[in-house]
């Protein structure tokens, strides 16, 4: 959700609470009003009524409601005494309506010739249910307007204040640090849009500076650690070579060769999962994967003879996938080379291509690998002398650079799937 739509969501919302609110403070402040301006009216037509008496002595034979909005019964003096101004709400028959309809009643005394009087005066009221319909349709129409008014302005007005905010993002969303580009900065009046241009661009320049400076060192250290270790390797076996040596002294030559080239795969592959990281394999293109699977499976041809393993290709589709050439070689190298060194001799192999996936499968141990750290760095589950820690690592690494994914799973094989997007 933008930020817009979920500020609106929330004035909305505000909105209704504080017109509900308000809807019920000005309803009541409303009625009291209405009865205070009803009852002053009431004591003011009272004032009229017993005025009146004094020229027109026949207002006091009035009994009923049928000639007028008043009445007017003889009482006694004690009770003239005990009586004083009431006003309440009661209900009469109207026969205009039809119906009975709200009224409000002051029931008062007053003395006249030596004889007390009681008298009852009604004027018609409004009716509180049309009063509250009047005043929910009112209010609904008010809340809709002042929802409609926040969704133009922020359509209109707000959205413009934020597009500089939008065109970074934007910018943001292209910048690559492998192939990085100058940002192109809206200019803006807005302080704090200013100060967040100039921050962000401060960081990214931060970062370019950081990750050349580790690239040139991860090429340097590869580049000179190679160097002396194949130097090593070379003039180690030419002594075997030319020198009488012991058995014994043989072995510890050999032993030293194994590990020199070991150090140098490692070197290899630390450098390719840095390269991997950092981005840096910028090149693009449609990776046809069953032609890649089977060029990958003849250079293993003389591996899986000597190991008796059997590899099967099963092309369910065609896929083809746009990435870096290289990284897709390496990624199908490590998955099926991981297959073969943990396979045990005259085992089983099944590759299945999908449109969308790829799935390696093989016959292995008798027990599931621990998935939590199958794919982190210089994770075996046994030492072996041929073996860095770093394949799936570098696999791994390739499936998020890609955001591709990836699952194991066993059910009397071990299956490694790949899912492109």
């Avoid at 009643?105 to 009087?117: P, S």
């Avoid at 085992?347 to 008798?366: A, C, H, P, Y």
């Avoid at 791994?396 to 071990?414: D, G, P, Q, W």
Wanted: without cysteine; aromatic residues 10%; glycine residues 4%.
């Amino acid at each position: 959700m933008k930020v817009l739509n979920y500020t609106t969501s929330y004035f909305a919302v505000i909105l209704l609470i504080l017109i509900s609110i308000w809807a019920g403070i000005f309803y009541y402040a409303m009625l009291d009003e209405i009865y205070d301006s009803i009852d002053d009216g009431l004591d003011n037509q009272k004032g009229l009524i017993i005025q009146k008496v004094g020229t027109d002595s026949t207002i006091l034979r009035k009994s009923s409601f049928e000639e007028g909005d008043y009445a007017i019964i003889e009482t006694s003096s004690h009770l003239a005494r005990n009586v004083h101004d009431v006003y309440v709400d009661t209900m009469m028959y109207m026969q205009n309506e039809e119906d009975f309809e709200p009224v409000r009643l002051l029931r008062t005394t007053f003395h006249y010739n030596d004889k007390y009087y009681q008298m009852q005066i009604i004027t018609s009221m409004v009716e509180e249910d049309d009063l509250i319909a009047e005043l929910f349709y009112a209010l609904l129409w008010l809340y809709i307007g002042l929802v409609a008014s926040i969704l133009i302005l922020n359509n209109f007005l707000l959205k413009r204040i934020w597009r500089p905010f939008y065109h970074l993002l934007k910018q943001l969303k292209n910048f690559r640090l492998e192939n990085p580009s100058d940002l192109k900065i809206k200019k803006t009046r807005i302080d704090e849009f200013k100060l967040l241009n100039e921050t962000v661009q401060k960081l990214l320049q931060t970062n370019i500076v950081s990750y050349n400076s580790q690239k040139h060192f991860i090429e340097n250290a590869a580049h000179e650690l190679q160097t002396p270790l194949a130097i090593s390797i070379n003039k180690l076996e030419a002594l075997a070579e030319i020198s009488k040596l012991s058995d014994e002294e043989l072995k510890l030559l050999a032993s030293a060769l194994d590990n020199l080239e070991r150090l140098t795969g490692l070197n290899k592959s630390l450098l390719l999962l840095s390269r991997i990281e950092n981005r840096q394999f910028i090149i693009e293109e449609e990776v046809n994967f069953n032609n890649l699977v089977k060029k990958i499976a003849d250079d293993f041809s003389d591996q899986l003879t000597y190991r008796g393993i059997v590899l099967n290709i099963d092309e369910q589709d065609s896929s083809t996938i746009k990435m870096n050439p290289d990284l897709g070689i390496i990624l199908i190298t490590n998955l099926i080379k991981n297959a073969i060194v943990h396979n045990h001799p005259n085992g089983l192999i099944n590759v299945i291509i999908k449109k969308t996936s790829v799935s390696i499968e093989n016959t292995g141990g008798e027990e599931a690998l621990d998935e939590q750290n199958l794919f982190t760095r210089f994770s075996k589950k046994e030492q072996s002398e041929n073996s860095t820690g770093l394949g799936l690592a570098i696999v791994k690494a390739i499936i998020e650079l890609y955001s591709f994914n990836v699952s194991y799973f066993y059910s009397t094989r071990h299956t490694f799937t790949v899912y492109f997007k």
